[in-house]
């Protein structure tokens, strides 16, 4: 590993995104969050990983399963949930909603709900970015889902062909909503190695393991940043819960759902820093209470915001 990291910090991170996301299910239960809901829980380790290598510069594009993304850019957990709650304090004045998180300020652009559509909005950026000579590079996170769309091909030959500073990052959690990839993708469950067609440099790495991500997405990064044009990583991983709130998981079985369980990175992860010496179990348990008191004021935060005036509906729409 090339950089310096706080290997504790990545475990505070992946952990609050953990109680973000209970507590998002909680309050949807209640009737507090409406509309659709889609949860990251499982997947922490590769939004952790990968957004830890980021510098200011860089811009964080994800899809609608964007909260973890936006909470590991380091968007404020306050006006994250009271988004989400339809709240004026929220990150676009309650209006946006969860599948539409967006922080221009953190360089986080996005929150998409049409799948494969955030992939040329961030070539785009990642354009802006080399035509403004920045030295930023993007980072667009998508699901297997969307590599059957037309316009992931698109994408991949545009950003080859004109060396855009950005790393494709597909969090390859094996369903596309109740789709399992193995029935409708020919050429099996490995994307990375289709990259070949683009002459994209590809890795695969196991999503499930927040220092294999990072050390990957660092390796793509530094080669990003020496003009070497577009990278691709695919992350396995797998999301613990259903597509979104509606969703009753009938097209799968518990014990696959339980052996992925089995590598949880909230409870891996901090078990391998102890045995690596690098924390104390009263440091992880302090990070615990002090993350599940974090989350219980968000929730705090969002439930007293006001919210949105009816006047503001016409402001911010454009047409
Ligand atoms: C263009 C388009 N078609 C269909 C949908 C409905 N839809 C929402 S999520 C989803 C599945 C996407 O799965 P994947 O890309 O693997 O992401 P994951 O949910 O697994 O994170 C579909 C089909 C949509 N939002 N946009
Ligand atoms: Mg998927």
Redesign the pocket.
Known sequence: MTGKVDRLDLFRQMYLVRQFEIACGENYSKGLIRGFL?LYTGQEATGVGAISTLGDNDYVVS???DHGHALARGVDVNRLMAELFGRATGTSKGKGGSMHIFDVAKGFMGGH?????QLPLAAGLALAQQYNKTDGLTICF?????TN?GIYHETMNLAAVWKLPILFFL?N?M???GTSIERVRAGGIDFYPGMATYEIPAAEVDGMDVLAVREATELAVARIRNGEGPQFIEAKTF?FVG?SLADGQKYRGQEEVKEWERRDPINVYPTRLLEMGIAKSDQIDQIKTEVDEVVAKAVEFAEQSPEPELSEIHNDVLA
């Open positions: 889609h899809h609608y399963r709900a049409i799948v494969a559509g998508f699901g297997d889902g969307a769309q969090e959690n369903y596309g909503m999301r597509h």
